[in-house]
């Protein structure tokens, strides 16, 4: 869930590739990923 816009349906990876961009880099040093227990292999993958 994105807290911020209280969107449950945001997948961590989408939410990781937003960071990035509004951070101009790709390394997300400090930062935590959270996930449901059972994250889909997809966004694994892409993490």
């Known amino acids: 869930m ?3 816009s209280n969107d449950t349906t945001a ?3 989408v ?3 937003n ?3 509004s951070l101009g880099h790709y390394q997300l ?3 935590e990923i959270y ?3 059972e994250p889909w292999p ?3 993958g892409s993490l």
């Open 35 to 37: 996930s449901s227990p």
């Open 42 to 44: 997809i966004c694994i």
């Open 29 to 31: 040093t400090d930062c």
């Open 2 to 4: 994105n807290e911020a």
């Open 15 to 17: 939410q990781a590739i």
């Open 19 to 21: 960071a990035w961009r």
């Open 11 to 13: 997948h961590t990876e």
